[in-house]
Nanobody, 123 residues
Framework: QVQLVESGGGLVQAGGSLRLSCAASGHTFSGYGMGWFRQAPGKEREFVAALSWSGASTYYADSVKDRFTISRDNAKKTVNLQMNSLKPEDTAVYYC????????????????WGQGTQVTVSS
């Protein structure tokens, strides 16, 4: 069983920054890709970013590319999401995940999910 616990959400003005963190336990952290999904009110969950187990490969949704940066520390079993230049449309619950890509057209999915942390960006 894998446990993922997010922290770092909150309220920020448009143009501001937030850093989300996720602490993992219960599995061989270094063997998993890690990442983030989000779900805005009234919308489906969507992929945000992912990072391979080695950290060598990163993947981002087009909507966050060049604004968000994902990183991990395998020794501490943590994964982080630095979010800069935040926009009101980034408002969502953000979930820490163990994502994998099923290829088109299925896209990204995840085996494990954290409980989520709220990010609210005011205009």
């Amino acid at each position: 069983q894998v446990q993922l616990v997010e922290s770092g959400g909150g309220l920020v003005q448009a143009g501001g920054s937030l850093r989300l963190s996720c602490a993992a336990s219960g599995h061989t952290f270094s063997g998993y890709g890690m990442g983030w999904f989000r779900q805005a009110p009234g919308k489906e969950r969507e992929f945000v970013a992912a990072l391979s187990w080695s950290g060598a490969s990163t993947y981002y949704a087009d909507s966050v590319k060049d604004r968000f940066t994902i990183s991990r520390d395998n020794a501490k079993k943590t994964v982080n999401l630095q979010m800069n230049s935040l926009k009101p449309e980034d408002t969502a619950v953000y979930y820490c995940t163990t994502p994998y890509n099923r290829g088109p057209p299925l896209g990204w999915a995840s085996e494990y999910w954290g409980q989520g942390t709220q990010v609210t960006v005011s205009s």
